[in-house]
Nanobody
Framework: QVQLVESGGGLVQAGGSLRLSCAAS????????MGWFRQAPGKEREVVAG????????RYADSVKGRFTISRDNTKKTLYLQMNSLKHEDTALYYC?????????????????WGQGTQVTVPS
């Protein structure tokens, strides 16, 4: 069972930045594809970004391309999401997810393990 714990969320003004972290318990973290998802009130969970085992392949939602960067440190078993130029529409509960697969998934049902989420709020 993989345990994931997100941190780094908060309230930030539009145009500001935040860096989210996701610490994993799994010692074979380096063999898991990882992803960030978000869910706003009344909306479905949507992909933000995904990253492959070694970090060589990344995928982003069109809405965050050029503003967000996903990365991972396998030695620290930690996933990151650097969020710049934040907008009100980025407000959501952000989740990290893991799956023991090589291909980077972009759908929630492609990930077996989930964290509890960290809230990001960007006031309008």
């Amino acid at each position: 069972q993989v345990q994931l714990v997100e941190s780094g969320g908060g309230l930030v003004q539009a145009g500001g930045s935040l860096r989210l972290s996701c610490a994993a318990s799994e010692r074979t973290f380096s063999r898991y594809a990882m992803g960030w998802f978000r869910q706003a009130p009344g909306k479905e969970r949507e992909v933000v970004a995904g990253i492959s085992w070694g970090g060589t392949t990344t995928r982003y939602a069109d809405s965050v391309k050029g503003r967000f960067t996903i990365s991972r440190d396998n030695t620290k078993k930690t996933l990151y999401l650097q969020m710049n130029s934040l907008k009100h529409e980025d407000t959501a509960l952000y989740y990290c997810a893991a799956d023991p697969r090589f291909v980077v998934g972009i759908r929630p049902n492609e990930y077996a393990y989930w964290g509890q989420g960290t809230q990001v709020t960007v006031p309008s």
